[in-house]
């Protein structure tokens, strides 16, 4: 059995704007319609093994969203871990492992990043199909892409012999870190050298095994996490005191890089992959894997070009247009606007760090703001009012609340509301609309079978989010 673990951590700052805290850019549909995470949890189709249902580590600020897109695409999961704070990558497999193993068994794991692209899905899965063949003989697999390059943003695995019996897979001789650009070179031109992909195979019970013998207190630390865990609906949330004890560390760092000196826990192996293989770390990254037209721009969205060469143009709510550019990349969200030379591409989170040091919420979240329940965005706002677009998925309920600080009008666009105002419960159809009072209990749901859209208009001396009493949700959240 080979059991898909996708690790959903991480922010993308140098994605910004269109990737965010609590949005990042695994989250965001970056080369079509699905999201990089969809794309991932899809990346096995066609692979001649029987393959479960995933496991996914992710935090809970991302819990639903993640939910959602798997159901989405039919790749549900209950076993979608929530890790309480970031731990890096090896506490993170580790959580995944012993959640693998709680029924019995012992499937081999496939630890793959959500936010990856990959082009030539064939030679993925032949590259899958190899390494399989490694981790049920007790190897422990790590993939290579072999370089089109040189890149001093990645780091290399520098290869060995070829591995007995094997059409590609060698032994791996040692982790490399990121070079200068006269290395890097040298390392494309030896032959010898593969990027560090971050992805791995093994069988759970070889890693646990390492784990425990490498790093006995994260091993500690993660057991006690699971051995306290609570089933929330799809999701397993870890015991937060023991998991914030855990120590941090990587994949590599943790495990694979010291297992040279300790044979007994088995063979470091890596598979080298050419399967068009992006880590999608900056705008520069995603124009190098995307489709382009003669000219060699890659757009999305409504976007027109005249006179323009080599760019990317990336349009999420109005119609973007560009004269007379080269090497550019021109990014616009709902919010916010960046354009970048194509070569400063890695350098847009100094932005995100300066928006950050002046207090502004323009790198944590978008004016669409994602719930558990649907979704808002925040169509306009000024002193004492705010207007929100509100979404209500079908069946979908909002907690039972109530605010100090401000009134709100809901107007219903579309679909039918069932709304709690005080004493009274309402049905309300399209263009009927109820004023909630400053004070009043109140609470929003969708009892039909489409989405509900309602205008909420706020009005008061704060509209802050923070602003919301809870009595009753559906879905867990705090008060």
């Known amino acids: 059995m080979l059991q898909p673990v996708i690790l959903s951590g991480g922010s993308g700052t140098r994605l910004w704007p269109a990737s965010r805290e609590t949005y990042p850019k695994q989250l965001l549909p970056l080369t079509g319609p699905e999201s990089l995470l969809q794309i991932t949890a899809r990346r096995l189709e066609g692979f001649a093994a029987e393959i479960a249902k995933p496991i996914v580590v992710t935090n809970e600020e991302h819990r639903f969203i993640i939910a959602e897109q798997m159901r989405q695409i039919g790749k549900g999961s209950d076993r979608i871990v929530l890790e309480p704070v970031g731990r890096n990558t090896a506490p993170a497999m580790q959580l995944a492992a012993l959640v693998a ?44 892409i072999v370089p089109d390059r040189p890149e001093t943003g990645y780091g290399y695995l520098r290869t060995g012999e070829v591995m007995p019996a094997a059409s590609s897979a060698r032994k791996l001789a040692a982790f490399v870190e990121k070079p200068d650009a006269a290395r890097a070179a040298e390392y494309v031109a030896s032959g010898q050298y593969l990027w560090n992909a971050g992805i791995f195979m093994m069988r759970a019970s070889v890693w646990l095994k390492a784990l425990a013998a490498l790093q006995p207190d994260m091993a500690t630390a993660c057991q006690t996490a699971v051995d306290g865990a609570k089933r929330d609906s799809d999701f397993i949330r870890v015991d ?102 194509k070569s400063r591409a890695q350098d847009v989170k100094a932005i995100v760090s300066r928006i950050k040091a002046e207090g502004k919420t323009l790198a944590a979240s978008h004016r669409k703001v994602y719930r558990p329940w649907g979704w808002y965005d925040s169509i306009d706002m000024g002193p004492r009012f705010q207007v929100k677009r509100i979404v209500v998925n079908p069946g979908a309920t909002l907690s039972l609340q109530m605010h100090h600080h401000r009134a709100e009008h809901w107007i219903v666009v579309s679909g039918t509301a069932e709304v709690v105002n005080g004493e009274q419960t309402l049905l309300l159809g ?43 949700d559906t879905y867990g959240r705090c008060k």
């Open 101 to 144: 193993t709680q029924e019995g068994g012992d499937p081999i794991l496939l630890v793959m990043p959500a936010d990856q692209i990959v082009t030539h899905n064939p030679a993925f899965l032949a590259a899958m199909s190899e390494g399989l063949k490694q981790a049920e003989a007790g190897a422990l697999v790590t993939f290579g």
């Open 430 to 472: 399209e263009n009927e609309s109820t004023y909630i009072p400053l004070g009043h209990v109140h609470r929003l749901a969708n009892p039909g079978k489409l989405p509900l859209e309602i205008i909420e208009v706020q009005s008061g001396s704060y509209l802050g989010e923070d602003d919301i009493v809870r009595f009753e």
């Open 240 to 341: 937060k005191t023991a998991f914030t004890a855990c120590p941090s560390n990587s994949i590599d760092y943790a495990v694979m890089e010291q297992l040279g000196a300790h044979p007994e826990l088995g063979q470091p192996v890596v598979v080298p992959m050419d399967a068009g293989w992006s880590d999608v770390g900056a705008w520069d990254a995603l124009w190098s894997v995307s489709t382009k037209d003669a000219e060699g721009n890659a757009t999305q969205g409504e976007v027109m070009l005249e006179d323009t060469q080599d760019s990317l143009v990336f349009a999420q709510s109005r119609l973007v247009a560009t004269v007379g550019i080269k090497d550019l990349i021109v990014v616009e969200t709902p919010d916010a606007v960046m354009v970048a030379d």
